[in-house]
């Protein structure tokens, strides 16, 4: 991954770093490889490190850090290419999340502060990525992620300390239903147990019930569609099977009234509008976000506005390549009613930026991954320190928005 580090006149620093995650679709800024099988299998960054200083640091230098909208302006017009593929979304992004930083050193304050459009007051609720799906060995799990929402924890502290009793629970309940212990995916949850999604579900009801927590959880699932789509058949693969568009929505509406179900992301194909529109019309006990589909993109958002095709969208700024880019997108979704929620990434960070705009945004909802590695450990811890330093910090209410 790439690092970034801009310093001031003034002695003030920021840092910036670029994810990535499993499940990358087709529309977001092109990650920058060297693409030499000698370096780290191929995956080796050093043409966008090069990027950043021989490009885009000679045309930074001397600019004001606290003009976040001509310093991404700058970046975009020096890449010139619509997924940043000349200099690399991962150096592009990592400069532009290092400036907001800097400029929030000189202002002494969060960045979270620096980018509140209102009186802070809140913070997420976190939800959790306890099961992963895709194709693992034998097991080809059309859904990609099965998600925990603690949506009715009294606060910050009983949120996290939910998500976590959940998943450790949950260890032992697959490993009852599967005979053998349970394994753990590329993401980090528990690798899905079978084929079937509404199987995953009761697994993880089931966990819920051992751990106390049944009154305050409810689910989220992220399907990941596009790798379970055939564009020559233009069938998505579930349980083995090909189905059309239609059927997955019909069966993921079955799942919406057998389970609480906060949102279903990426139920379709990247380009599948017309899937998406249907499943707005008929998913009436959850809310559709677009992933993928949107890409965090302000012109892909607006279709989709058009389209009828999604009551809400995944923020990833890394997606779109700049600070000043994803803040549009938000900003569009805001004005016509829809969700935004902020998600790390399965390829995450420390010190993610996504957390400084989930609080700094005042989002209801955030994604965040399985509580097992350290960057995902540090997004809950820093969800604790910001209701600390927010004075009557509450968390936020999601009663308003589900749909069950």
């Not at 260890?171 to 753990?184: C, D, F, L, P, W």
């Not at 998406?276 to 607006?302: K, M, N, Y």
């Not at 590695?373 to 811890?381: A, C, H, P, V």
Request: charged share 25%.
């Amino acid at each position: 991954m790439v690092e970034v580090e801009v310093r001031t006149r003034t002695g003030h620093a920021g840092r910036g770093a670029s994810p990535t995650g499993q499940s990358v679709g087709g529309y977001e800024a092109l990650v920058l490889r060297d693409n030499d099988p000698g370096t780290y299998d191929g995956l080796s960054v050093h043409r966008a490190v090069e990027n950043v200083r021989q490009v885009i640091a000679p045309a930074l230098i001397g600019r004001d850090v606290r003009d976040q909208a001509a310093l991404d302006g700058l970046l975009v017009e020096l890449d010139g290419t619509p997924r940043k593929s000349r200099l690399g979304g991962n150096a592009v992004y990592s400069v532009s999340v290092a400036c907001l930083r800097a400029a929030a050193a000189v202002a002494g304050r969060p960045v979270y502060r620096t980018i509140a459009r209102t009186e802070l007051t809140t913070v997420p609720v976190p939800s959790f990525n306890v099961v992963n799906g895709g194709r693992c060995g034998d097991i080809v799990q059309a859904f990609n992620e099965f998600i925990v929402v603690p949506y009715r924890a009294a606060d910050i502290a009983e949120a996290v300390e939910t998500g976590i009793r959940v998943f450790d629970r949950l260890g032992a309940v697959i490993e009852k239903y599967t005979g053998t212990s349970a394994g753990i995916a590329p993401s980090y949850g528990y690798r899905a147990p079978c084929d079937d999604p509404r199987v995953v579900l009761e697994l993880i009801q089931e966990a819920v019930d051992a751990s106390g927590c049944a009154d305050k959880v409810a689910y989220a699932l992220d399907c990941a569609s596009s790798q379970m789509y055939d564009s020559t058949t233009g069938a998505y693969e579930l349980k083995g099977k090909p189905v059309s568009s239609a059927e997955l929505v019909d069966y993921t509406r079955g799942l919406t009234e057998d389970f609480d179900i906060v949102f279903v992301e990426d139920l379709l194909e990247e380009n599948d509008w017309d899937g998406f529109a249907h499943a707005v019309s008929q998913l009436t006990r959850t809310l559709v976000l677009g992933d993928d589909l949107i890409a965090t993109h302000r012109s892909r958002l607006e279709q989709a506005l058009a389209a009828g095709a999604v009551d809400g969208f995944v923020l990833k700024p890394n997606q779109v390549g700049t600070i000043t880019e994803a803040l549009e997108t938000y900003d569009t979704a805001v004005r016509h009613g829809l969700l935004a929620v902020p998600s790390g990434r399965s390829g995450g960070v420390v010190d993610d930026i996504v957390m400084d705009l989930s609080v700094g945004l005042q989002v209801p909802i955030q994604k965040n991954g399985a509580p097992r590695t350290g960057e995902r450990i540090e997004k809950l811890n820093f969800l604790l320190r910001a209701a600390e330093n927010i004075p009557d910090c509450r968390l936020a209410d999601v009663g308003g928005i589900v749909r069950f």
